[in-house]
């Protein structure tokens, strides 16, 4: 019996391990052919490995970079011949420290990387489904912290709440 997506063209971001391997791993048994991105070439070349079958892929994105979303993109339009349609944003690092101790480098990776970088591939994602006329769903995986906050995490927990806020 086929599942909703079998065949579906679906991208994760931070797929290297955590929350976005486990996703990779959830929508390819589902029968979704997986594009798995990562900064880390080598994990999301690994978390492919780790899938039984399909026509998946891995590439290298930093998801706070326009120009690596958009050099993946043209790459996955390229062998695929259209985006995907399902865009799950899981990307995110954090960088703990007391606000008057956090050096502001370690405030912007978190910014970048939990919220520009979601802005990014909503954007870029979002503008190739609709240049393609093909329907989709994203998702953007937030963490409790958005609502609560949480010690040493002035950057991060701000970051969630703005990609709650955004989705």
Known sequence: ?????????????GAGSGIGRATT???AR?????????????AAQETIASLTAGDNAAYEMDVSSGDSVDAVLNEVIGRYKRPPTVVVNSAGITRDNFLLKMPESDF??????????TWLVLQRFGRAM???ELAGSMVNVSSIVARTG??????????????????
């Not at 912007?108 to 970088?117: E, P, S």
């Not at 949480?150 to 989705?167: C, D, F, L, R, W």
């Open 108 to 117: 912007d990776a978190v910014i970048n990387v939990n919220l520009k970088g």
């Open 1 to 13: 019996m086929a599942t909703p997506l079998a065949g579906k063209l679906a991208l994760v971001t």
């Open 30 to 42: 589902d029968g979704a052919i997986v594009v798995a991105v990562d900064r880390n070439v080598q």
């Open 130 to 132: 609709i240049e393609h």
């Open 25 to 27: 791993k959830l929508l």
């Open 150 to 167: 949480n010690i040493g995490q002035s950057n991060y927990s701000p970051s969630k709440a703005g990609v709650e806020a955004m989705t």
